[in-house]
């Protein structure tokens, strides 16, 4: 059993930065699939980023890649996705997600996850 707890979104200027982290307690993720996934109103929750489970690759959304990174410690249990050149498209609830067992093929969709945190809000505004 794996408790995520999601941090560090708020309010930003179109062009900021913000890091999120993710700390996951119960038992270590180091060999987990671990991603961010994102939920607009109205709109599907998407994938945004992820470590597949054998923790040396990592695949994003086109969309974000260039200005989102996701990054982790393993000595603090912790994944982090530091967002820069943020948008207003970018406005979304975001959450963590982490599972022990799915496949390669699976990483971007949502209910392949067993495992989630209750959700950040990150609002990108003049």
């Known amino acids: 059993q794996v408790q995520l707890v999601e941090t560090g979104g708020g309010l930003v200027q179109p062009g900021g930065s913000l890091r999120l982290s993710c700390a996951a307690s119960g038992r270590t993720i180091r060999r987990y699939a671990v991603a961010w996934f994102r939920q607009a109103p109205g709109k599907e929750r998407e994938f945004v980023a992820a470590?597949?489970?054998?923790?040396?690759?990592?695949l994003y959304k086109d969309s974000v890649k260039g200005r989102f990174t996701i990054s982790r410690d393993n000595d603090k249990n912790t994944v982090y996705l530091q967002m820069n050149g943020l948008k207003a498209e970018d406005t979304a609830v975001y959450y963590c997600a982490a599972d022990p067992t799915l496949i390669y093929r699976d990483v971007g969709r949502h209910t392949a996850y067993d495992y989630w945190g209750q959700g950040t809000q990150v609002t990108v505004s003049s």
């Open positions: 470590f597949t489970r054998g923790g040396s690759t990592t």
